[in-house]
Protein backbone atom coordinates (compact mmCIF):
# COMPACT_ATOMS: atom_id res chain seq x y z
CA UNK A 1 0.00 0.00 0.00
CA UNK A 2 1.08 3.40 -0.66
CA UNK A 3 1.66 6.10 1.27
CA UNK A 4 2.43 10.02 1.22
CA UNK A 5 3.34 12.69 3.83
CA UNK A 6 3.28 15.65 3.45
CA UNK A 7 5.85 18.04 5.60
CA UNK A 8 6.43 21.72 5.73
CA UNK A 9 3.35 23.88 5.83
CA UNK A 10 2.93 26.96 8.15
CA UNK A 11 2.20 30.39 8.14
CA UNK A 12 4.38 33.21 6.15
CA UNK A 13 3.70 36.39 5.55
CA UNK A 14 3.28 37.56 1.65
CA UNK A 15 7.07 37.68 -0.12
CA UNK A 16 8.18 34.76 2.09
CA UNK A 17 9.45 31.36 1.33
CA UNK A 18 8.54 27.72 2.21
CA UNK A 19 9.53 24.14 1.07
CA UNK A 20 7.05 21.58 1.05
CA UNK A 21 8.51 17.87 1.08
CA UNK A 22 6.40 14.62 0.68
CA UNK A 23 7.71 11.29 1.51
CA UNK A 24 5.98 8.21 -0.42
CA UNK A 25 6.10 4.73 0.76
CA UNK A 26 5.35 1.64 -0.58
CA UNK A 27 5.59 -0.37 -3.76
CA UNK A 28 5.36 2.34 -6.59
CA UNK A 29 6.53 1.84 -10.09
CA UNK A 30 9.60 3.53 -11.45
CA UNK A 31 7.58 5.39 -14.14
CA UNK A 32 4.91 7.43 -12.10
CA UNK A 33 4.26 11.15 -11.96
CA UNK A 34 4.51 13.28 -8.75
CA UNK A 35 2.35 16.37 -7.93
CA UNK A 36 1.61 18.79 -5.87
CA UNK A 37 -2.60 20.01 -5.54
CA UNK A 38 -3.67 22.95 -3.78
CA UNK A 39 -7.18 23.58 -2.61
CA UNK A 40 -8.44 26.66 -0.88
CA UNK A 41 -11.65 27.19 0.60
CA UNK A 42 -14.87 27.52 -1.23
CA UNK A 43 -12.68 26.56 -4.35
CA UNK A 44 -12.08 23.42 -6.27
CA UNK A 45 -8.40 21.65 -5.77
CA UNK A 46 -6.35 22.76 -8.80
CA UNK A 47 -2.80 21.09 -9.83
CA UNK A 48 -0.02 23.58 -8.84
CA UNK A 49 2.64 21.63 -10.02
CA UNK A 50 4.04 18.02 -11.50
CA UNK A 51 7.43 16.04 -12.09
CA UNK A 52 7.33 12.76 -14.10
CA UNK A 53 10.00 10.35 -13.00
CA UNK A 54 12.00 11.38 -15.55
CA UNK A 55 12.11 15.23 -14.58
CA UNK A 56 9.39 16.71 -17.24
CA UNK A 57 7.66 19.38 -15.36
CA UNK A 58 4.85 21.38 -15.42
CA UNK A 59 3.19 24.18 -13.26
CA UNK A 60 -0.01 26.25 -13.56
CA UNK A 61 0.07 29.61 -14.48
CA UNK A 62 -0.33 31.29 -11.67
CA UNK A 63 2.67 29.67 -9.89
CA UNK A 64 5.38 30.35 -12.40
CA UNK A 65 8.42 31.66 -11.84
CA UNK A 66 7.73 31.58 -7.99
CA UNK A 67 7.47 27.95 -7.32
CA UNK A 68 10.23 24.64 -8.35
CA UNK A 69 9.22 20.94 -7.78
CA UNK A 70 11.78 18.44 -7.85
CA UNK A 71 12.10 14.95 -7.07
CA UNK A 72 14.23 12.21 -5.82
CA UNK A 73 13.85 8.94 -7.30
CA UNK A 74 15.86 7.33 -5.22
CA UNK A 75 13.87 8.18 -2.48
CA UNK A 76 11.04 8.79 -3.49
CA UNK A 77 10.58 12.25 -2.25
CA UNK A 78 8.94 15.45 -4.01
CA UNK A 79 9.94 18.59 -2.87
CA UNK A 80 7.84 22.20 -3.67
CA UNK A 81 9.96 25.37 -3.51
CA UNK A 82 7.81 28.05 -2.82
CA UNK A 83 8.78 31.64 -3.16
CA UNK A 84 7.43 34.67 -3.59
CA UNK A 85 4.26 33.72 -1.87
CA UNK A 86 0.92 35.64 -2.31
CA UNK A 87 -1.87 35.83 0.04
CA UNK A 88 -4.29 33.71 -2.74
CA UNK A 89 -1.33 30.82 -2.30
CA UNK A 90 -3.23 30.38 1.24
CA UNK A 91 -4.63 26.62 0.68
CA UNK A 92 -4.22 23.49 1.58
CA UNK A 93 -1.33 21.64 -0.51
CA UNK A 94 -1.74 17.82 -1.09
CA UNK A 95 0.77 15.56 -2.72
CA UNK A 96 -0.19 13.02 -5.19
CA UNK A 97 1.33 10.22 -6.91
CA UNK A 98 0.14 8.76 -10.15
CA UNK A 99 0.88 5.34 -11.91
CA UNK A 100 -0.83 3.26 -14.14
CA UNK A 101 -4.55 3.83 -13.58
CA UNK A 102 -3.91 4.57 -9.78
CA UNK A 103 -3.84 8.29 -7.87
CA UNK A 104 -3.08 8.47 -4.08
CA UNK A 105 -2.98 11.36 -1.93
CA UNK A 106 -1.76 12.49 1.19
CA UNK A 107 -3.64 14.06 3.93
CA UNK A 108 -2.62 17.44 3.03
CA UNK A 109 -0.83 20.45 4.58
CA UNK A 110 -2.38 24.10 5.47
CA UNK A 111 -0.14 26.75 4.39
CA UNK A 112 -1.44 30.43 5.07
CA UNK A 113 0.17 33.69 3.47
CA UNK A 114 -0.59 36.43 5.76
CA UNK A 115 -0.77 40.03 4.10
Known amino acids: QVQLVESGGGLVQAGGSLRLSCVAS????????MNWYRQAPGKQRELVAG???????NYADSVKGRFTIHRDNAKNTVHLQMNSLKPEDTAVYYCNVAFLAVQVWGRGTLITVSS
Open 51 to 57: ITSGGNT
Open 26 to 33: GRIPSINT
